[in-house]
């Protein structure tokens, strides 16, 4: 049975991991290789790395960061933040990333989905859509997509805009809900429904995880296909298998063991 | 030597580490006359089956034609392992290999998404002989997979017949239907997923592959 995948994010700022779990026996617990290879052998299904760098020397070690990481990972690896070319994502599959995530970069410019998929495949892009449901018409259905960090609104609805994707050629939606995010009170399951519904291709929820109920949630009635989980390894969730041993007696298909 | 196979469609850096990671020794190439040199061949593979047709045009599907009836073991991975059968209706016009008989598929559109992203598990023959890829590897062991196109299963688990290695279904796995995600025989090899990206499941069946010798 297909099951549900758990997804560990780490956000990287110039080579460093800024948040993430804090292994106890960990030599370096801030190198997001290190961390990364922790998290797959603790069960995470794939790995992201989001670099959120502010300046250009930052983003200058992203790749050794990328290549470092994928000597020791045998489980899809996405990275994102910053990629605004197919030349830019070309370095980073070079680098051995299996996915790049784009968001602001393609709602400047849709083409971009399918400039990468065509010499990556479908299946090696993901979009990333940033929404918050708007304040007039807060149904799931009207949520707006905002870019550059969620600073910027776009005047677009987040399932429109993850169809026009699909179409365009994206492999995965990776959707986060602003208002749920740093909530720790739960996935944004209406918003994860209403996208995972319009579209055919998978979408991975993000946003408000804060204990393992959660993700049960946006599995069901979110209908998430992937969820993923970054700070809740601070909040008493100690690694992703005890996430998912919590999952599997919830009923929902997991890889385990894994 | 191990040629992986680079007729460009898709990335290669995770599936040369992988079998570098398992002792391999590994040669990225689109040189007929390298491939039809190297001790073993693996041709991977994401995106569109018309992709193939670069084989052809390059003269690699007649390199690999000669090199599986010297007995040179073969491992294709995902359209890879499509590309083994007749053909597939991704695209109707462009032949595959026809090691194996058959048709790719598309998954049917209905309840369930389409592309099949993500861990299932595999259920492995073990009649009339066990999966050779499968060496050590556990049933239900799970493995990646992102594909909408699929090899049909042939008379998995029906026992000695004949028509069992039609298409050599050596695992199924079921979405939306059962299909084939491995086939093997004698020296030719295909699995629809992903083993450079199945964790140690993946790397154990990238050794059994590396470690079979024929006969």
Redesign the interface.
């Known amino acids: 049975m297909l099951t549900r995948r758990i997804i560990a994010c780490l956000d990287v700022n110039a080579g460093r991991v800024v948040k993430g779990v804090q292994f106890v026996d960990l030599v370096d617990a801030g190198d997001p290789a290190e961390l990364a290879a922790r998290h797959a052998a603790a069960g995470a299904d794939e790995i992201v790395f989001l670099d959120i760098s502010a300046t250009h020397e930052g983003r200058g070690t992203l790749l050794d960061t990328v290549r470092r990481a994928a000597q020791r990972l045998f489980v899809p690896f996405t990275v994102g933040g910053g990629i605004r070319t197919a030349d830019e994502a070309a370095a980073v599959f070079d680098a051995g990333a299996d996915k790049i995530s784009i968001n602001s970069a393609a709602l400047a410019r849709p083409e971009l989905i399918g400039e990468i998929g065509a010499r990556f495949g479908a299946q090696a892009v993901i979009v990333a859509i940033d929404a918050r449901r708007a304040a007039g018409n807060p149904a799931a259905e009207y949520a707006e997509v905002f870019v550059a960090g969620g600073r910027t609104p776009t005047g677009r609805r987040a399932v429109e805009w993850a169809r026009e994707a699909e179409q365009r050629g994206a492999g995965e939606i990776l959707l986060t809900s602003m208002d749920a995010d740093g909530t720790r009170g739960g996935f944004d399951c209406p918003l994860t429904a209403a996208v995972s519904e319009a579209v055919q291709i998978p979408v991975i929820a993000s946003g408000g995880a804060g204990n393992a109920q959660h993700f049960t949630q946006v599995f069901r009635e979110g209908k998430a296909d992937a969820a993923l989980a970054a700070s809740i390894f601070h909040f008493g969730i100690a690694d992703v298998r005890v996430l998912k041993e919590e999952l599997r007696r919830d009923g929902i298909p997991v890889r385990l063991p894994c | 030597m191990i040629a992986v196979v680079d007729y460009k469609?898709?990335?290669l850096?995770?599936v040369v580490?992988?079998l570098r990671?398992v002792g391999a020794d590994v040669l990225v190439t689109e040189s007929a006359a390298e491939i039809a040199s190297a001790e073993r061949i693996v041709l991977p593979g994401?995106?569109h089956f018309a992709a193939t047709r670069r084989l052809d045009d390059i003269g690699i599907t007649e390199a690999v034609r000669a090199a599986i009836r010297r007995g040179i073991p073969f491992l294709g991975i995902c359209v890879g392992m499509q590309w083994l059968l007749e053909g597939s209706s991704e695209a109707p016009e462009q032949p595959g290999l026809g090691y194996f008989r058959g048709q790719c598929e598309r998954f049917p559109?209905g309840s369930e998404?389409?592309?099949?992203?993500?861990?299932?598990?595999i259920l492995t023959r073990t009649e009339p002989s066990p999966a050779r890829l499968f060496a050590g590897v556990e049933q239900n062991a799970?493995v990646?997979f992102?594909h909408s196109y699929f090899v049909p299963a042939i008379n998995f688990r029906r026992g000695p017949d004949p028509k069992l290695l039609e298409n050599g279904t050596a695992a199924v796995t079921?979405?939306i239907e059962t299909f084939a995600s491995a086939v093997e025989h004698e020296n030719v090899m295909g699995v629809q997923f992903h083993p450079?990206?199945?964790?140690?499941t993946?790397?154990r069946i990238l050794r059994n592959f590396l470690e079979w010798t024929p006969c």
């Open positions: 469609a898709g990335n850096t995770s580490k992988a990671a994401v995106g559109e998404k389409v592309p099949h992203v993500g861990w299932n598990e799970f990646y992102t079921h979405y450079e990206k199945s964790g140690e993946g790397l």
